[in-house]
């Protein structure tokens, strides 16, 4: 905790900080007055100092759940796969089964072409970002509570509030749909597809023209939806998050209030990694898609 | 909220766990669910094979009930048949020895009557010669009446 008694704003700035590791340049004035002689490697105190890290800080809170998250959705999964039977499934397969049938519903609903990759990527997204998502169902005081007492001051659980996770996953599949439109339709394809539409022309001259404005308008679109897509997520959980920050500063009448809350996040927790999933299939088949 | 190398972090992480559950996850899941979608599309088709067998099997049990019916009737009736002729048979079996029978108490009957009639005859002879002397009151000659008598008792 910064304080003993922290005010409310204290607070939930508190609760918002992520754990950052990073090095603080030199003559920097840390949170207690003294002044750093050299750069120093360390943990950010405060939102000045996380920021004064530059770019080559990473959030540890958020590396931290995000791995073991993922982790515990592989190791879930592949436990699984290996007993795997076609005979009758016991109840664990059966709940996994579930779930990848449906995402492999959704995979071959939209998505025609053959790949490899989209399916088991869609089921990642979907699985992760729910577990991820699902962080923001712990109580906002409990992982906080407990890391301080072991001395860590800073804690955030929900790593899909950070938007470096949702934006590290959306340039991810932003990579992946520019590797996918090159690998399909060639560098020139790629090329034509951002200059020649929407405003086209027989007329090679007046096409010459447009293309430029052609060009703006494809670009904006495509970097759009990497942005669009990590932000969605990381705007809906931060949202959530902050929300339940909020009702746990108004004592006992956060009870009711917070199950409400919960209630109706399950949904928007589970919604928005399906929307994320969705979304990343629907990308890379307008990739695969040859015009 | 600082943008930074927690973006890296979090990409290779992505990467990393994207290809383990591409190479390690997802084809076991998929074999699974394939077989078992093979499995009971076979067992379907069986359970359709067999109903289609059950109904060749009623079928053919029916055809043989049938036809053991019909043998069945067809064995009464030669039995039917058989039973008549031989109470034909026996009847007749019986007829001819009820004649045979009758024809020998017959022949039985004449003879007795041929021989009583040959003792009456020789006695009647004896009794006409007897009357005659009575009557005669004389001795006839045996020997010169006796062809007489013979012939007369011939003609009884």
């Avoid at chain 1, 001051?153 to 520019?178: E, R």
């Avoid at chain 2, 379907?44 to 019916?69: H, I, M, P, V, W």
């Avoid at chain 2, 004389?138 to 009446?145: G, S, T």
Wanted: proline share 4%; aromatic share 10%.
């Amino acid at each position: 905790m910064a304080s003993e008694n922290p005010t409310a704003t204290e607070y939930i700035v508190h609760h918002l900080q992520n754990l950052t590791y990073g090095k603080l340049p030199e003559g920097f004035e840390r949170y207690d007055g003294s002044i750093v002689t050299e750069p120093t490697w360390t943990i950010a105190h405060g939102a000045a100092e996380a920021k004064a890290m530059g770019f080559w800080a990473i959030h540890l809170d958020s590396m931290f759940w995000s791995i073991l998250l993922g982790a515990i959705f592989v190791i879930l999964f592949r436990s699984v796969a290996k007993k795997a039977t076609s005979g009758v499934p016991g109840g664990l397969q059966n709940a996994i089964e579930t779930v990848i049938e449906m995402v492999d519903g959704s995979v071959k609903d939209t998505f025609h072409g053959k790949s490899g990759l989209i399916a088991p990527l869609a089921l990642t997204i979907f699985v992760w970002v729910f577990l991820m998502n699902l962080m923001d169902l712990v109580p906002v005081d409990w992982i906080p509570g407990l890391s301080a007492l072991l001395g860590i001051p800073y804690m955030k659980v929900v790593p899909s509030t950070d938007p470096n996770i949702t934006l590290g996953m959306s340039l991810s599949v932003f990579l992946l749909v520019i590797f996918y439109s090159i690998k399909i339709k060639g560098i020139g394809g790629f090329v034509g597809e951002l200059t020649l539409h929407p405003f086209n022309s027989p007329n090679k001259v007046v096409q010459a023209i447009l293309v430029p404005f052609n060009f703006l308008l494809e670009f904006v679109t495509l970097v759009a939806k990497p942005i669009s897509l990590g932000l969605r997520l990381f705007g809906n959980m931060y949202a959530g998050e902050l929300l339940f920050i909020l009702i746990a500063l108004i004592g006992y009448l956060q009870l009711p209030l917070h199950f409400g809350w919960a209630v109706f996040h399950i949904l928007v927790i589970t919604l928005q990694a399906y929307i994320f999933m969705t979304l990343t299939i629907v990308y890379l088949s307008m990739a695969h898609e040859d015009h | 909220m600082n943008i930074n190398a927690t973006l890296i972090g979090q990409t290779i992480a992505f990467a990393v766990f994207v290809w383990f559950c591409m190479k390690y996850v997802w084809p076991p899941m998929m074999q699974a669910l394939n077989d078992r979608q093979k499995k009971i599309a076979d067992g379907l088709a069986a359970a359709d094979r067999a109903s289609t067998d059950l109904e060749l099997a009623q079928q053919k049990a029916a055809g043989e009930l049938r036809e053991a019916k019909e043998q069945a009737q067809a064995i009464i009736e030669q039995a039917n048949r058989r039973s008549v002729q031989i109470v034909e048979e026996a009847k007749n079996q019986a007829r001819e020895e009820g004649e045979r029978l009758k024809a020998a108490a017959q022949a039985d009957i004449e003879l007795e009557a041929n021989r009583a009639r040959e003792a009456l005859r020789a006695q009647v002879a004896v009794l006409a010669v007897t009357g005659a002397e009575k009557i005669l009151g004389q001795q006839i000659d045996q020997a010169a009446n006796s062809k007489l008598i013979d012939q007369l008792a011939a003609e009884l």
